[in-house]
């Protein structure tokens, strides 16, 4: 359709210049792209029409379908374009690096812009970012039993110049029942693994030695941990924390006391069955009391002992006792004894 230059996603990757994303609204939420901007050739509705038409008649009404959808907009879609071009030349991509991006680009050539496309579309990309979780990483865990300050001490060692993939943080949940509450809604799991694939790229980028992450299950509430990479996660050698009880349940009222008496006897009682009847009902009446220390340690035998079937599979483990130490000083702690670098 145009004459545009088409690169494979790793040389592409390295151009510069705002990602445009033309997949309809739909397609992008599910998954993008990292840092692409969602400028839609079609809307959800749209697209799906094209489709039937395609399917139901052939190429050719599919086309005509799509043409009389689109020239209405496009000088919105060239306002759009050469508003984001100030960032760069425009890299451009859709589902396959068919006729969305061809079409975006032409359009992009009649205002004198410079636009690449992405040869292969988004499809190629989610090759690229699947591939990342099978290289073989530096991987390092840092481990502790609920309320050890785990993703605290993860940020502070990146703080300091270390390597990490926090990937709770990626996930927007804590990894529990209670995980999810005050946080932003999660990523898709597509999604999850493209924000995690480009984390990992970076490290590989600057030549990490150790990369550091936090011990958890294979589900992050509702994403999931690509298993090559889980599984690595698996055989890594641990930093175990280890912090008093008391400590362990100031700091879990610390990040769960003001989310309120509703959202945390919801998530108490999705994991009723699990803590048991007597467990449930003194986590429930201290809730109830607003008494959220006692509501920690109803709740904390049940987690310890999740973590701790999950440890017993790590090979190598070693145990740091950081009690009354911030994260910030544990970290130093940590460096300056070389137990992590």
């Known amino acids: 359709m145009v004459d545009v230059l088409s690169l494979p996603v790793q040389e592409l990757r390295s151009r510069a210049g705002p990602l445009v994303d033309v997949r309809s609204p739909g397609e992008f939420a599910k998954g993008h792209w990292p840092g692409a901007i969602n400028i839609p050739l079609f809307s959800d509705e749209e697209r799906a029409a094209v489709g039937t038409t395609f399917k139901q008649q052939g190429r050719l009404p599919a086309v005509h379908l799509g043409l009389s959808i689109t020239g209405p907009k496009l000088a919105m879609h060239a306002a759009e374009l050469e508003a984001i071009s100030v960032q760069g030349n425009l890299r451009i991509y859709c589902w396959r690096g068919g006729m969305r991006s061809s079409s975006m680009a032409w359009l992009a050539k009649q205002i004198d812009l410079s636009p690449t496309l992405l040869n292969g579309g988004y499809k190629a990309y989610r090759r690229w970012a699947q591939e990342q979780f099978l290289r073989q990483w530096p991987i390092r865990v840092l481990g502790g039993r609920t309320g050890t300050g785990k993703t605290d001490l993860l940020l502070a060692m990146e703080r300091k110049g270390l390597a990490i993939v926090e990937l709770e943080g990626l996930a927007n949940h804590r990894g529990s029942s209670f995980g999810g509450l005050g946080l932003p809604a999660q990523p898709s799991t597509e999604h999850y693994e493209n924000l995690l694939a480009e984390v990992l790229d970076r490290h590989r980028m600057s030549s990490a030695e150790a990369i550091w992450v936090e011990a958890e299950s294979i589900q992050v509430g509702r994403c999931r941990i690509p298993k090559p990479f889980f599984d690595q996660m698996q055989m890594a050698p641990v930093v175990e924390i280890q912090r008093s009880l008391d400590e362990r349940v100031r700091q879990?009222?610390?990040?769960?006391?003001?989310?309120?008496?509703?959202?945390?006897?919801?998530?108490?009682?999705?994991?009723s069955r699990r803590l048991g009847p007597q467990r449930t009902s003194q986590a429930l009446e201290a809730i109830n009391r607003s008494d959220w220390a006692g509501a920690c340690r109803a709740t904390l035998d049940y987690y310890d002992r999740c973590y701790d079937r999950e440890l017993e599979r790590t090979p190598q483990r070693n145990r740091v006792d950081l009690d009354g130490l911030t994260a910030d000083q544990a970290a130093d702690q940590l460096i300056r004894d070389g137990i992590i670098a």
């Open 252 to 271: 879990l009222v610390t990040v769960y006391g003001h989310q309120g008496r509703e959202a945390l006897a919801d998530a108490t009682e999705r994991i």
